[in-house]
Each structure stands twice: as C-alpha cells, then as structure tokens.
C-alpha cells in the first residue's frame, strides 16, 4: 500500500524544537495506523479508493498522522516519559475521539462518500419502478405479464 501521509503531515503535531523528523524518513508506523484507521471506517465509508495521499480525505490524513507522531512521541521521550500525561497521552485521545466520531457518523467526512447515507437515499427498488427485470423493450416499468399470480401451483 502507497503512503496515504508524508513526513509533513507528521511533523505538523510537532514543533520543530520539541521533535524534528528526517525530511527521508520512512514512517514505518505509517502502514499499520492506516491499516487500522481504514479497517475502523471501513463499514461507513468505501475506503477502496483510498490508495494515495491525493485520494485519502483530509481529515483521515490527519487522525493517521496524530496516531503516528504519538508513536514517534513515545518512542523519542521513552526514557523520560513518566505516569504524568503527556502530548502523546493528547494525541492518542484525540485520535480516538475523532475515529470514534467519524465511525458513529457524529463527525462528516467532507471529501468521501458516506455509504450509510447513499445506501439509505438509494433504496430498496421494488414493482412498478424496478426496470431490472424488463426483457422486452417495448415493456416499460410496471408492464407486462405477470411473474406471479394468486392460486398457481408450483
């Protein structure tokens, strides 16, 4: 899977004095958060299109990033992290209150489809307007023999 972030989305969480990543760094954390970020949103939105940065929405860059740069965070201050909340304690709150958000539908996603919505506006298509079935062009919806009557036995 392409990177659906880069080092700057990553770096934005950070001041460049506090934490200061590599402009080549690989953001080997990057995979598995996308993995499951996409995974979490996945039954309210169609994630297959989003294979790049340029096709992910906004905002699933930027809980992807938080999730890693709270990573990066841990690893960096490791030795000096103690029971005390931290930024990386922030970031990983907020990172879950927003997948949480988006994945209950109390948080919108602005540039990708909700499926739940497009499923629900779409609606089952029953007699007389289902055209699915129509063989014979001069039948429009509605006409035609029927395909099933009251008494016939099977």
């Not at 740069?69 to 960096?76: G, N, Q, V």
Request: glycine letters at 4%; aromatic letters at 10%.
């Amino acid at each position: 899977m392409a990177q659906l972030i880069n080092v700057e989305d990553v770096q934005s969480w950070f001041t460049e004095d506090r934490l200061l990543l590599e402009a080549d760094d690989e953001l080997t954390e990057e995979t598995n958060v996308s993995n499951e970020v996409l995974s979490a949103v996945d039954s309210r939105y169609d994630t297959s299109l989003w294979i790049s940065r340029a096709t992910t929405p906004t905002l699933i860059k930027s809980v992807i990033s938080a999730r890693v740069a709270a990573i990066r965070y841990r690893k960096h201050y490791a030795d000096q992290l103690d029971n005390e909340p931290n930024y990386a304690d922030w970031l990983d709150k907020w990172f879950m209150m927003t997948l949480d958000g988006i994945i209950s539908g109390q948080i919108q996603l602005l540039d990708a489809t909700d499926l739940t919505e497009a499923l629900a506006s779409a609606g089952p298509v029953f007699h007389p307007t289902d055209t699915s079935s129509i063989d014979d062009p001069p039948f429009g919806p509605g006409e035609g023999p029927a395909a099933f009557a009251m008494g016939i036995t099977f």
